[in-house]
């Protein structure tokens, strides 16, 4: 019986080596090796803002970690249903306490090494939550973003680049951005909670009625993305969809010459909403 447990307990040592020394190693990999040359995590987007690769990294420190300890756990698994199953007619199970040293080794080593992994993770989520929702870099430029049921309302600064002032241009479900340039938002609601997500930016925020919330973003590469509502607000729900727009400095400038200061403008899609609308009740012209 002594000889089992030495056995035993010799077995467990040397799968506590293996199991540490092989997640050290996976880590390692993950992050030199695999987690760089991937644009993007569970998405097939691009990575448009400055702080989209922190948060498809922590996907993917999470998705390593817990992928790793799922594919040690069914090995050991499968293992122990192979090594202790019934060889012969007569043989009887044996009755396991589970209070034994050497068979507690078997649990708690491997909480252990969670409660480790389990660390730096959390030290992986804070780090990334400061980095995005505390720490927010001066602003460049400020707009103001409205939900409302079903429809983003946007006002960006005027040629004087100051939100407030006479020359704001107001559009709905359009928004237009400079590239390399850090924007503060000013996130309300007009009457239900919404969310105000761009999945190319990795941001989701809710907006809440009766308050400002105050969020930031830099984009980073130019091109047209898509805004979406993350959160049930209604019947039209699904349809509350607006249109990003990310230019050049350049290319904002002359959007900037084409529109009149002050304006006040539907997107394309407002546009034909409205104009069914209008057909369906012509008397409400």
């Not at 400095?249 to 002359?254: A, I």
């Amino acid at each position: 019986m002594n000889k089992d447990k030495d056995s035993s307990s010799a077995t467990s040592h040397v799968l506590f080596v293996v199991t540490a020394t092989t997640c050290v190693l996976f880590a390692i990999s993950a992050f030199y090796f695999i987690l760089p040359n991937r644009e993007t995590w569970m998405m097939d987007l691009p990575q448009a803002s400055s702080y989209a690769g922190h948060i498809d990294g922590l996907f993917g420190l999470i998705t390593f970690l817990v992928g790793f300890w799922f594919i040690v756990s069914e090995a050991v698994f499968f293992y122990l249903i192979f090594r202790f199953r019934r060889k012969t007619p007569d043989q009887k199970a044996e009755y396991v306490t589970g209070e034994e040293p050497h068979q507690k080794r078997w649990v708690t080593i491997p909480h252990i090494l969670v409660i480790i992994c389990d660390i730096v993770l959390i030290f992986g989520t804070v780090y990334v939550w400061y980095k995005v929702k505390q720490d927010l870099p001066p602003a460049q430029a400020t707009i103001r973003v409205v939900g409302q049921q079903w429809a983003w309302t946007f006002e960006h600064p005027g040629p004087d680049g100051k939100l407030g002032s006479e020359d704001d241009i107001t559009l709905v479900d359009e928004l237009h951005l400079k590239a390399n340039t850090v924007y503060h938002f000013k996130l309300e609601s007009k009457d239900v909670l919404h969310s105000f997500s761009i999945p190319a930016f990795r941001i989701k925020q809710d907006s809440v009625p009766g308050r400002t919330i105050t969020g930031w973003f830099e984009a980073i590469k130019e091109g047209e993305y898509d805004i979406q509502c993350a959160e049930m607000c209604g019947a039209g729900h699904g349809l509350m969809k607006s249109d990003l727009y990310v230019h050049s400095p350049k290319s904002y400038e002359r959007w900037l010459k084409q529109i009149s200061p002050g304006e006040q403008a539907l997107a394309p899609r407002e546009q034909e909403n409205q104009i069914a609308l209008n057909r369906r009740n012509p008397g409400k012209r």
